[in-house]
């Protein structure tokens, strides 16, 4: 039985990026699954009403996000290993518009997972472990101050937020955070910060600094609530860098156009 898609006529201002989405949510709440068939591009067209043009980079957007794959001959289907699967947020065709709401996706998945990992880091902590995440945190905190911001990316802020997950104790954790936090190239995080104007980016590393200063602080202290809330600072925070950065490369994408 074919799937029975629900699509209605995108906003015009963002054509793009409506169709996306709209696929994007049916295939979360399970209308359309793994090996199921789209409409061909011919049938979107008409259904959606919208150029070919806007079919092909819609379909280009979520083949190049690991949600649906074309086979020649038979038209283009929702992935099978969908499950397996992590979207490609970096992969360069993805417009900014995409990128944001991937990005805000993925942070809204670390605020969920890394929270609960820093409260029970907090609650678990042995004191060989504190002295670890203390040798960590020195580490990335005079690399990203006084070294390089790009090595300390992949370095010592890596290492601290894995070091948080092992300290759960709770084996299942420590690959799960590794899976988002391989889940963004690190050159798409450098041009987010690079493109950001005021506070300057040494504003803006002294202020993430302090961020993983205070999650420290109350594991140490053994307090998870306070891990957990340091937790959600860091997660706003750079829900916030995300917002402003790709805001910009959308407005100035408009602008050219």
Not at 13 to 21: L, Q, R, Y
Not at 59 to 71: D, F, H, N, P
Not at 164 to 173: D, K, V
């Amino acid at each position: 039985m074919k799937p029975e898609l629900i699509l209605e006529q995108p906003r015009k201002v963002t054509v793009v990026e409506s169709i996306v989405e709209q696929i994007v949510r049916q295939i979360q709440a399970g209308t359309i699954k793994p090996g199921d068939r789209l409409p061909s591009e011919r049938q979107l067209i008409e259904i959606l009403r919208v150029s070919r043009s806007s079919v092909r980079e819609a379909l280009q957007g979520l083949a190049m996000m690991g949600l649906i794959e074309s086979r020649p001959g038979q038209g283009t289907f929702v992935s099978d290993s969908l499950h397996l699967m992590v979207p490609n947020i970096g992969r360069a065709g993805l417009s900014a518009s995409l990128q944001r709401e991937m990005r805000m996706k993925l942070i809204e998945a670390r605020r969920t997972v890394e929270c609960t990992t820093a409260r029970l880091a907090a609650e678990r902590a042995t004191d060989e472990a504190i002295a670890r995440l203390q040798r960590i945190f020195d580490e990335y905190r005079d690399t990203t101050l006084h070294g390089s911001y790009q090595r300390s990316l992949s370095g010592p802020h890596h290492d601290f937020h894995i070091a948080l997950a092992e300290m759960t104790l709770n084996p299942f954790y420590t690959p799960v955070v590794e899976t988002l936090l391989r889940a963004i190239p690190q050159g798409l995080r450098e041009t987010e910060f690079i493109s950001l104007g005021d506070p300057g980016p040494q504003s803006i590393l002294q202020t993430e600094v302090e961020i993983h200063q205070a999650i420290f602080d109350a594991v140490a202290r053994r307090d998870g609530a306070a891990a957990a809330d340091a937790m959600e600072k860091h997660m706003a925070f750079e829900e916030h860098l995300v917002h402003r950065a790709l805001t910009e490369a959308i407005r100035a994408g408009e602008q050219a156009s």
